[in-house]
């Protein structure tokens, strides 16, 4: 089955910890993403990767960190220093720069207990 | 900066009901126009992607048509039917920039009424 994975599919935090959240793709996509949807809120993109050992800073990316060590691997690690973490992330991918649609995983829920 | 604004917010009709969901954007230098559907708790899942020397595309029952001069897409319904219950976001994507980021707007909520 090709597609993008999300796990886990809720994750508690508490407050001053550190979490990862995993986005694997086997669509052989060059281009990855994490967005971050809250309640009321258009999706905002955090971070991007348009190719492996490279990656950009989105319109949000204050408190979060990732790595894109492989191509089909886009972890996306959300620090302390984000100051309200709890929302809905989302991951996705392109397949290449002459290719647009995107295409979504279904999502981690995370929460700040 | 491009802001994408979706009206309305939420939107209950009965079953068969043919429906229009619309979508504005405030810059017309889009480089495509993509409709998607969420389920609660869920991923997107892509339901049409418009590039911009498009004026519509097409997929089963659904047909989005998109005029870049007023800054306005709609996503027609035909026929609905309770399984067309979701969340509808548009989002657009801008000419430049190395990003190909999307930019989305808040989505409409529907109903279909068995």
């Known amino acids: 089955d090709g597609g993008i994975t999300q796990s886990p599919k809720y994750l508690f935090r508490k407050e001053g910890q550190n979490v990862t959240l995993s986005c694997e793709q086997n669509?052989?996509?060059?281009?990855m993403y994490w967005y971050r949807q809250d309640p009321g809120q258009g999706l905002r993109l955090i971070y991007y990767?348009?190719?492996?050992?490279?990656?950009q800073k989105g319109d949000i990316a204050e408190g979060y960190s990732v790595s894109r060590e492989k191509k089909e691997s886009f972890p996306l690690t959300v620090t302390s220093a984000q100051k309200n973490p709890t929302a809905f992330y989302l991951c996705?991918?392109?397949?290449?720069?002459?290719?647009?649609?995107?295409?979504f995983g279904p999502g981690t829920r995370l929460t700040v207990l | 900066k491009q802001e994408v604004t979706q009206i309305p917010a939420a939107l209950s009709v009965p079953e068969g009901e043919n429906l229009v969901l619309n979508c504005s954007f405030t810059?017309?230098?889009?480089?495509?126009l993509q409709w998607f559907r969420q389920d609660p708790g869920k991923g997107l899942t892509s339901l049409l992607l418009?590039?911009?020397?498009?004026r519509e595309q097409t997929s089963g029952r659904l047909n989005a048509s998109l005029d870049k001069s007023s800054g306005r897409s709609t996503l027609y319904i035909a026929a609905s039917q309770p399984g067309d219950s979701a969340t509808y976001l548009c989002?657009?994507?801008?000419?430049?920039?190395?990003?190909?980021?999307?930019?989305f707007g808040t989505g409409t909520l529907l109903a279909v009424q068995p």
């Open positions: 996705a991918s392109r397949p290449g720069l002459a290719y647009n649609e995107q295409f």
């Open positions: 669509l052989n996509h060059d281009a």
């Open positions: 990767s348009q190719i492996v050992n490279d990656f």
């Open positions: 810059d017309s230098a889009i480089y495509n």
């Open positions: 418009i590039q911009s020397s498009q």
């Open positions: 989002a657009v994507q801008n000419y430049g920039g190395a990003t190909n980021k999307l930019i």
